[in-house]
């Protein structure tokens, strides 16, 4: 099992566009820097004399972004009366796939493939950041 949490407003894969020369880049600001983030904590806590991890893999992530300014109330803190879930964007979707891919290119597992379970949640909390649980899947158990 491979515990990491990485600081900073957590960023989502978007789509990959081309441009007119017919050159693809992604779209989506801020991105190739989370990714580096993400990659550089999965790798302080992975060492690079471990194997590969191999098989099916569960992956357990809580998004966490900071309130935005229309939650907080006259003292500066967040109103009570606001919802702990985000339900804007960006998507959960593109969250996991930033994170997949990440792990995948920290040289964690083979392919992201191989993430057979999925656990997310994007919350808003007093730090941004994203706490990741990789782990192995025993093949009898379900999801």
Not at 10 to 25: E, F, K, S
Not at 132 to 138: A, P
Request: with cysteine.
């Amino acid at each position: 099992m491979i515990v990491f949490e990485v600081d900073g407003v957590p960023v989502g894969q978007g789509v990959l566009r081309r441009n007119r020369y017919g050159a693809t880049y992604e779209a989506t600001k801020g991105h190739g820097a989370w990714r580096k983030a993400v990659i550089a904590a999965v790798q302080a806590e992975y060492e690079d004399s471990e194997p590969m991890m191999t098989g099916p893999i569960g992956v357990t992530v809580l998004f966490t972004f900071p309130h935005p300014k229309a939650h907080r109330t006259g003292t500066g803190r967040p109103s009570a009366a606001w919802r702990t879930y985000m339900r804007s964007k960006p998507d959960l979707d593109h969250l996991i796939r930033s994170i997949g891919d990440a792990i995948a290119i920290a040289g964690v597992i083979k392919d992201d493939s191989q993430i057979v379970h999925w656990d997310a949640l994007k919350v808003y909390g007093d730090e941004a950041c994203a706490r990741v649980v990789i782990r192995h899947m025993d093949e009898g158990q379900a999801a």
